[in-house]
């Protein structure tokens, strides 16, 4: 028989500091209160991590907005930045412009079953008991590296688990949910998070974004470059080449934006991991779902009103991209293949201008 999953984190001790606890400090805007994309009013986040080790490293997140559904579907935007990757839900999306569902997060070969099962449980909700047709928001990233992902460890209980204990507040980072397994930038990362609060439109926005890291290149900290002493090594052989991977990337606001004007704020959101030292490989599927929790209807802002949420956005995945590996843990998967989380010690460093960072 199988051994059951263990869907709590581990247990790190002390938490670790995020990036501005570091001096950190991406951009010259105010993030939120809990520099979240749950700062965003409406939006509520949820994990469910599942894990067996050595093994099993995955899970899934859960990424809620309050009013979304079929018939009250949000305006949004989706953009590829390089299209390797299986974003359930994609075509439509781009076409109508329109969120029906909440976004959720898993592995690779994960995304599917995840998919079945946020229809199920949106089938479930009040007002869709007519409902024939919907069009599920599933991203993800290969986790295989430090996970059995051909074991496609997430199932409906899991989904279920995440979409129903979804809340506002603070967001649990690093080695979570769909972060459990993942690797950026020659480091162990995971699920991060970060939020801005800009003027725009004549009145103050906020702006959160999600990622779930996993993408290749050469770590970059406040533009200087940060060299890994090893991305990562064990029997199974090496943690994986420095240009491959995935970036996940859900942004949030409740500023008065369409569809088209969402998918210039997505573009944006995967400009910024350029920021974070990203390489765009040929392996690599970078995407992000941009929404609004304000339903459509109202006239959307001014086109040339909009740069303050193209910084913001910028400024905020920079930052949660940074928290992504901070959070994180080193982690022994599969194959006894073993990835560091960056010291702390070194990026505080780095932020005092102070040479090299390197693992923990």
């Known amino acids: 028989m199988e051994p059951p999953l263990d869907l709590k984190p581990p247990s790190s001790g002390t938490p670790r500091p995020r990036a501005r606890d570091l001096g950190l400090v991406v951009g010259p ?47 949004a935007g989706v953009f590829s930045g390089n299209g390797y990757g299986k974003l359930v839900g994609t075509t439509q999306l781009a076409e109508l412009g ?11 070969l994960s995304a599917f079953r995840v998919a079945d099962a946020l229809v199920g449980w949106m089938l479930e909700r009040p007002g869709c008991e007519e409902v024939r047709s919907l069009n599920p928001v599933v991203g993800e990233c290969n986790d295989g590296l430090l996970s059995d992902v051909r074991a496609r460890p997430v199932r409906e209980e899991h989904v279920r ?14 080695c979570v949910g769909a972060g459990t397994g993942t690797v ?59 240009d491959t991977g995935s970036c996940m990337i859900v942004v949030a606001t409740d500023a008065p ?12 959101a995967v400009f910024a991991l350029a920021r974070t030292g990203a390489a765009y490989s040929h392996g690599s599927g970078d995407y992000a779902v941009a929404f609004t929790t304000r339903p459509a209807g109202g006239p959307p802002m001014a086109d040339t009103d909009l740069d303050p949420l193209f910084e913001a956005v910028l400024d905020a ?8 590996l901070l959070a994180a843990t080193t982690t022994t998967g599969i194959g006894g293949r073993t990835v560091a989380a960056v010291s702390t010690e070194s990026m505080a460093g780095q932020a005092a201008g102070r040479g090299p960072a390197g693992a923990a």
């Open 29 to 75: 805007g105010v993030p939120g209160p809990h520099n979240a994309i749950t700062d965003v009013p409406g939006v509520r986040v949820g994990h469910t991590t599942v894990r067996r080790p050595p093994d099993v490293h995955s899970g899934v997140t859960a990424v809620v907005p309050d009013l979304v559904g079929p018939h009250t579907p949000l305006p």
């Open 98 to 108: 329109a969120l029906e569902t909440p976004v959720l997060l898993t592995s690779t």
């Open 161 to 174: 688990a995440a979409l129903d204990t979804a809340a506002g507040g603070p967001v649990a980072e690093g």
């Open 184 to 242: 950026a930038l020659g480091f162990k990362a995971g699920v991060g998070t970060s939020s801005r609060t800009p003027e725009a439109g004549g009145r103050r926005r906020t702006v959160g974004v999600l990622v779930q890291a996993n993408f290749g290149g050469t770590l970059r900290v406040l533009g200087r470059t940060v060299t890994p002493r090893s991305a990562g090594t064990g029997p199974g052989g090496p943690a994986s080449a420095p």
């Open 257 to 268: 934006l369409d569809a088209r004007q969402l998918t210039r704020v997505a573009r944006r």
């Open 317 to 324: 995945v920079e930052e949660a991209v940074l928290n992504s």
